[in-house]
């Protein structure tokens, strides 16, 4: 039996922290493809039992900040790791975030009384579908480290917001019409805008990549 040398047990905590990061990415990732394949399948059960799964994202969160906090009151990490360990620290806010829009859209889609998505507004399965790829290449680009691909994710949040801007334009129309239910209308609204936000959390993790490998954030120089 022997006692670790300091580094050997600050790698094995980076290896936990990022073990643990990428069970809270893929569990929000699923839990997200869970809605709206339930949503397709009219499935209301389905849809039910995400709200009832609310608290785990969050549960997550606060078990991987903690983590972090530890690694760098603990293990002073430098320059890399250091970046990695305060990326990481941010990112989790963000997955969170997009757990707790998923669940916004799940009571939604309840209140739309599981109608077909596609008759709600042509274009929204398209955004929800691009959406998905979005935050998926953004998990990816952190997980992996690629801060190319990290770009190519920010660059992709315009195609999320073009879209938001056709389902909106498609709302419009129906407003025109004399049975336009407006209460229904403002929910979809409210449905493509929590999609507009994922989006907006796949940039901010494609940015912290960008940051765990430069030290930059939009261009300044943070550490």
Known sequence: MFDMSPRTVFECEMTKLRNELKEMCFHVEAV????????????????RSILEQDGTAREMEKRIESECLSLITKQHPLARDLRTVSASLKVVTDIQRVGVHVTDMAELILRLDMQPLSDCSAHLPEMIEETKSLFHKA?????????????????????????????????????????????????????????????DHAVNVGEWEIFQETGNMRSTRLL
């Open 139 to 199: 998990i990816e680009t952190f997980l992996k480290r690629n801060a190319e691909a990290a770009q190519e994710v920010i660059a992709g949040d315009d195609k999320v917001d073009d879209l938001f801007n056709l389902v909106k334009g498609d709302l419009v129309e129906s407003l025109k019409t004399e049975s336009a239910d407006v209460d229904r209308c403002i929910d979809v609204l409210m449905l493509a805008k929590y999609l507009e936000k994922i989006g």
């Open 32 to 47: 997200y493809d869970r809605l709206f394949e339930a949503a397709e399948k009219q499935d209301e059960e389905a849809v």
